[in-house]
């Protein structure tokens, strides 16, 4: 069964920063595409950050330049530094992954990222 475990959330003041993980188990398929998406209260889930397999990155205008996402392949991990954190970043962050023969795409449970003086 696959499973996508995300941590590193926490809470943290403006201008600090945090880096999240996830690691997906439970699969010997490649993981192809690895994503963080956000979720604040009262707000869609939006795409923050993603990643191929061959390292090709994408993010959204919020973030760029202040969030890094990267991915270790031989432990089919994805990261996401967070620098430079503003309150409103604040949100349910969920790493999101799909993968080379596997139909549709999985989720974690979400990790709190907080942003407050």
């Known amino acids: 069964q696959v499973q996508l475990v995300e941590s590193g959330g926490g809470l943290v003041q403006p201008g600090e920063s945090l880096r999240l993980s996830c690691a997906v188990s439970g699969t010997d398929f490649s993981v192809h595409v690895m994503g963080w998406y956000r979720q604040a209260p009262g707000k869609q889930r939006e795409l923050v950050a993603a990643i191929s397999s061959g390292g090709t990155t994408s993010y959204s205008d919020s973030v760029k330049g202040r969030f890094t996402i990267s991915r270790d392949n031989a432990k089919n991990t994805a990261y996401l530094q967070m620098n430079s954190l503003k309150p409103e970043d604040a949100a349910v962050y969920y790493c999101?992954?799909?993968?080379?023969?596997?139909?549709?795409?999985?989720w974690g449970q979400g990790t709190q990222v907080t942003v407050s003086s």
């Open positions: 999101n992954a799909n993968f080379f023969g596997i139909d549709g795409d999985f």
